[in-house]
């Protein structure tokens, strides 16, 4: 159609309302005055195009006020290559209503009050590569609601109030998207709705939020970006949302906010350039994880009952403060963060509660880890913190705290307690500070076994602060070691305080009533004291000392020289303390402590010969010890002693594995060895050994096989080594009637164990030299049936492979089965079905009781012993009857059966009838196995007035001889278990020959 009415329809909308199903309607360049209605029920697979493909060329302008197109319950509809414009207010340039997996593509959208709205449970709809604009900037360019499942993508939008909303929808992806200028927001998520995805949109310019989900849950926002917007990205009350791979700059306050979002992750992420990187405010359970936070005043920024949140694996780089933790934002853990070359503090807690800051690196901020405002119970550990202007770990005003294990290295002032109480301070190294340790005006610390060196100033000051702890500490090549200033009440007991430049200790006059003893101290000059107050010792006192003396008294005085009181003093009653106090500028030690050497404590060893052996065994052992001036042996583990010389001879009587013990004794401890001794019965095992005569021969071949093992109570023989014992006996003879390699293993047994042999027996078939059959030779491991009661036999092969259905077909129509399948447990590599159509009877059956016998075959499948329930299952046999036979035997056709030979009875299997041609009718039966066969059925009976009994004839039934009497029975079926026949096969086809001879001979007589 065109717009000057010269095509086949004057109007789009005419020809909407003339168009079928499947149709396609060309609209030519020009613009169209039209408000188009496209409703018609059933109306699917339309399409509405413009034939430039340009939309700017056809044009489809609002005429009545109302949306441009509305589309009522379309259904795969299109709509590409228009320029659409002039919806007024609350009406849209296309308007979709309950309609599904419709296209609107390649569209611009020129002042709409609404660009495109889906409504009503509108579906996998696609809105794709669109441009939206307006001069003046309103409307909402795509809105969604209240539909599920679109795909809103590489659409170009711009200078509207919102650039796409979604309201109540749920499961909708928007990707490729451009969002500028939007007074409001870029992408808005409201109204519950769910599981949506965006991703890779570019969303800028934005008055308010640039993606904005609000009271919506469980919605992925991945790899966006997003700047230049109030927020950046912003959730209010919308849990469970992933927030991944979003690269977020330049918003006027945060670039991602959490507000009363929980459960959320956010993840490798970019934030920058913000007065707030990531922020959580009311959101508790989150993961911050691998997100890199740069150039905003603050990093990270937990805050307002945030709890149980994880900050971890992130970097806060070049921001004014890195990680900011602040008003009741409790239990977070912040770990293995890397926060650096921020201005201010790289970590920060402001009135928090039980945080854990753990393993974080935090370098070249102004300071490193602040806490303050009260923060209590938080834990600090495993940190390291380094090269920071100011302090590395600060507390102000934060009691109840734990500092463990961290590494707070070349920063201006190591660890810093200011009017901070009732905290831990362990196991921390702090080297090349002003101040390694310093409390000011804090009270009832314990710093306990911290490593404090080369630092400029002091190792530890205490300045304001009592009754604290020092214990432990190590402070080393410092100016001053340990530092009290107004300090009163303290014990310092334990450190070693060494090779300081300027003095060990130094106390000013108003710390008093300080307790300092059993400290290590050697330095050039050990004390500067200015008041008496304090207590350099306490009472001697039983326990170890720093210098491993006996005794607790008061401390260790040394030079770096060799000339201090505790090195050249001497100890003539060896008690530990020096003959003469210490005594020097307000310091009076009474117990000065003196260097004693380590104890040597005894080491126990010993050697013994034999450790294992039959009983009665007699071992030897021999003391080999150390430093002890006593032994002990309990070479039994009776925990009694069995002697204390130098060497013991012991005999275990009794078998068993026995702890032998040495106890080494001297004045400065004890010492023990164990080792065992295995004291093991003499025990007779069994030797399997056998004879089988003769090995090899031809079927049927009878092996009569001899147990020769030595010190065997019982036996086990096995034939085939599948499991199934054939015999218990010393001897006996088993007869082989299918050619086949054997496998025999004896297992013989007594009270103390098994043994086993194996050796192979080797059946071969005799070749009958005549005869012979229609239907091919050989395969399949032989038959057992003498040939010649075999009328004609036909050979199959196929691949047998484990977990696949196998079928034999019989191409050649040679015998009546046509086919045999089952399905493989076993692979089993190529096998071979012998199919056997008999002349009679098979001479390994007994008589069948009943029934018009049509044909009698063998089935032989594989191997000797392959066709069995734990190889095969679902084994079913297809055979074929004459039709011919049945008008000749007048054979009722439903009566047919297959009749099925085991454990020496004959048994008849249902059969289905499959399909019927001009000469043959064929039947399927479902068998436990293959084996002798049967095909028979009866006669319709015609009533008459004199009917004779057809005369029977049957062979006696014949019982197989066992060989093995204590063998239950042996059959030779495949299809009940391995090849293993114990009775002679043919016996019965024997005894009918020589029965017909006799007959002759008595005629010719």
């Not at 691998?290 to 990093?299: C, D, F, K, M, Q």
Request: net charge negative; glycine share 8%.
């Amino acid at each position: 159609m065109a717009a000057d009415g010269t095509g086949n329809y004057a109007t789009i909308q005419a020809a909407v309302d003339n168009a079928n199903s499947g149709d396609t309607i060309i609209v030519s360049p020009g613009t169209y005055y039209e408000n188009i209605i496209i409703n018609k029920i059933g109306l699917k697979d339309l399409e509405l195009r413009s034939a430039s493909g340009d939309p700017a060329n056809t044009i489809i302008a609002n005429s009545t006020g109302s949306h441009v197109i509305s589309m009522s319950y379309g259904d795969n509809l299109t709509i590409k290559g228009f320029t659409i414009s002039g919806a007024g207010t609350g009406n849209a340039g296309i308007n979709m209503v309950g309609s599904h997996h419709c296209t609107i593509e390649n569209n611009i959208f020129s002042n709409n009050a609404l660009g495109v709205q889906l409504t009503s449970s509108s579906t996998y709809n696609t809105i794709r590569n669109n441009i939206f604009s307006k001069e003046t900037a309103a409307g909402t360019a795509i809105n969604i609601a209240r539909s599920g499942s679109n795909e809103i993508s590489g659409n170009t939008i711009s200078n509207h109030s919102s650039g796409i909303l979604i309201g109540g929808s749920d499961g909708n992806k928007l990707s490729s998207n451009i969002v500028s200028q939007s007074i409001e927001d870029g992408i808005l998520l409201q109204a519950n709705s769910k599981n949506n995805i965006l991703e890779n949109n570019l969303v800028s310019t934005s008055g308010r939020y640039g993606i904005y989900c609000a009271n919506s849950v469980d919605n992925k926002l991945i790899s966006n970006m997003v700047s230049n917007g109030t927020n950046g990205i912003n959730l209010v009350f919308s849990p469970g949302s992933t927030i991944s791979g979003n690269d977020v700059s330049f918003a006027r306050d945060h670039a991602i906010f959490l507000d009363n979002s929980s459960n959320t992750n956010v993840e490798n992420n970019s934030v920058s350039s913000s007065p707030y990187g990531i922020a959580l405010r009311y959101s508790n359970n989150s993961n911050v994880v691998n997100n890199y936070a740069y150039n905003n005043t603050r990093g990270i920024y937990i805050t307002l009952w945030s709890n149980n949140n994880m900050l971890s694996g992130n970097k806060a780089y070049s921001n004014n403060n890195g990680i900011v933790l602040v008003y009741s934002a409790n239990n977070n853990i912040i770990e293995n963060n890397e926060v650096n070359s921020n201005n201010n503090y790289g970590i920060v807690l402001g009135n928090v509660f039980e945080n854990k800051v753990l393993n974080n690196k935090i370098s070249q901020n102004d300071r490193g880890i602040s806490l303050d405002d009260s923060s209590v119970k938080n834990t600090l550990s495993g940190n390291i913190v380094n090269s920071n202007r100011g302090y590395g770990i600060r507390l102000d005003n934060s009691d109840y705290n734990n500092i463990t294990s961290n590494i707070v290295q070349s920063n201006k002032n190591g660890i810093y307690l200011v009017n901070s109480n009732n905290s831990y301070l362990i196991n921390n190294t702090v080297p090349d500070s002003e101040r390694a340790i310093q409390l000011w005006s804090s009270s009832n610390d314990k710093l306990i076994n911290n490593i404090l060196s080369n630092n400029r100033n002091y190792g530890i000051l205490l300045d304001n602060s009592s009754n604290n702890e020092l214990s432990g500490n190590t402070a080393f090549n410092s100016t001053v070691g340990i530092s009290l200033s107004s300090s009163v009440d303290n014990n310092v007991s334990g450190n070693t305080i060494s090779w300081n430049s300027n003095h060990g200790i130094f106390l000013c006059a108003r710390s008093l009533n300080n307790l300092i003893y059993n400290n290590n101290f050697n330095n050039a000059v050990n004390t500067n004291v200015r008041n008496d107050k304090c207590t350099w010792n306490v009472a001697n006192t039983s326990g170890r000392n720093i210098m491993g003396g006996p005794y607790l008294g008061g401390n260790y005085w040394a030079k770096p020289d060799g000339t201090g009181h505790s090195q050249i003093t001497p100890d003539e009653n060896n008690d530990g303390f020096a003959d003469e106090p210490f005594i020097t500028s307000n310091v009076t030690d009474n117990l000065p402590l003196i260097d004693v050497p380590d104890p040597i404590a005894p080491i126990a060893d010993f050697s013994a010969n034999p450790t294992k052996g039959i009983v009665p065994l007699t071992v030897e052992f021999k003391d080999l010890s150390k430093y002890a001036t006593s032994i002990s042996w309990d070479v039994n583990g009776d925990g009694k002693s069995d002697g204390n010389n130098s060497t013991l001879v012991y005999v275990y009587d009794t078998p068993g594995d026995y702890s032998a013990t040495l106890t080494a004794t001297n004045e400065n401890g004890t010492s023990t060895k164990s080792i065992t001794i295995n004291a093991e019965e003499f025990i007779v095992y069994p030797v399997a050994d056998f004879s089988a005569n003769p090995m090899s021969g031809y079927t049927p071949l009878s092996v009569q096989f001899t147990d020769l093992s030595q010190n065997a109570i019982s036996r086990n023989w096995d034939i085939g080594i599948d499991g199934t014992i054939e015999s218990t006996n010393a001897s006996f003879t088993y007869v082989f009637s299918v050619p086949g390699s054997y496998p025999v293993r004896l297992t013989a047994i007594n009270e103390n164990g098994t043994s086993s042999k194996d050796l192979t027996i080797t059946a071969t078939k005799k070749n009958s030299g005549g005869g012979g059959s229609r239907g091919g030779g050989g395969g399949g491991g032989g038959s057992p049936e003498p040939a010649r009661n075999v009328d004609v036999k036909e050979l199959s092969q196929v691949r047998v492979v484990s977990g696949n259905s196998v079928k034999f077909d019989f191409p050649k129509n040679a015998t009546c089965v046509v086919y045999v399948s089952f399905d493989a447990k076993k692979t089993a590599g190529k096998t071979t079905t012998i199919a056997e159509q008999l002349k009679a009877k098979s001479t390994l059956t007994s008589n069948l009781s009943s029934g018009e016998v049509y044909k009698y075959f063998n089935l032989w499948v594989g191997n000797a012993g392959f066709a069995t329930e734990k190889n095969i299952e679902n084994p079913v046999v297809c055979f074929k009857v004459e039709k011919s036979w049945l008008e000749d035997k007048n054979i009722d056709q439903n009566s047919i059966t297959l009749n099925r030979y085991s454990d020496k009875k004959w048994s008849e299997l249902p059969v289905k009838l499959l399909r019927e041609d001009s000469k043959y009718l064929y039947f399927k039966a479902d068998t436990p196995g293959f084996t002798h066969f049967a095909i028979t059925g009866n006669t319709i009976e015609k009533p008459t007035a004199d009917t004779k009994p057809a005369a029977e004839t049957s062979e006696p039934e014949e019982k197989n001889t066992t060989v093995n009497e204590t063998k239950k029975e042996q059959n030779s079926q495949q299809g009940t278990g391995k090849d293993k026949v114990t009775s002679i096969p043919g016996f019965e086809g024997l005894c009918v020959v020589a029965c017909l001879i006799t007959l002759f001979l008595h005629k010719k007589k």
